[in-house]
């Protein structure tokens, strides 16, 4: 059985850094990609990166561009999401996924985590 965790939400001021967490287990995922998404009050989720496990190739939302990092972590099926600079828009639930990339490099996310609330406050 296939499960995605996410770690690490919190609260913190406008301008601080949080950290969060996902481990993936229950299959291989050696030619997947981790996606991170977000949704705040009363809008649709939306993406903010992701990163290939095969290589470490990473891709973001513009809003998070230069603020936000997506790393592997030293530990097997770990990634991690560096959020800097943090803004009160980056409020919201964010959710951790694995999926594929088809040939034309199209994801889609099979697997979902549960989420974790990120507050910013100004």
């Known amino acids: 059985q296939v499960q995605v965790v996410e770690s690490g939400g919190g609260s913190a001021q406008a301008g601080g850094s949080l950290r969060l967490s996902c481990v993936a287990s229950?299959?291989?995922?050696?030619?997947?990609?981790m996606g991170w998404f977000r949704q705040a009050p009363g809008k649709e989720r939306e993406f903010v990166g992701d990163?290939?496990?095969?290589?470490?190739?990473?891709y973001y939302a513009d809003s998070v561009k230069g603020r936000f990092t997506i790393s592997r972590v030293n530990v097997k099926n770990t990634v991690s999401l560096q959020m800097n600079s943090l803004k009160p828009e980056d409020t919201g639930v964010y959710y951790c996924?694995?999926?594929?990339?088809?040939?034309?490099?199209?994801?889609?996310?099979?697997?979902w985590g549960q989420g974790t609330q990120v507050t910013v406050s100004s």
């Open positions: 996924a694995a999926g594929t990339v088809d040939s034309s490099g199209s994801r889609r996310y099979d697997y």
């Open positions: 229950g299959r291989t995922f050696s030619g997947y990609v």
């Open positions: 990163i290939r496990w095969s290589g470490g190739s990473t």
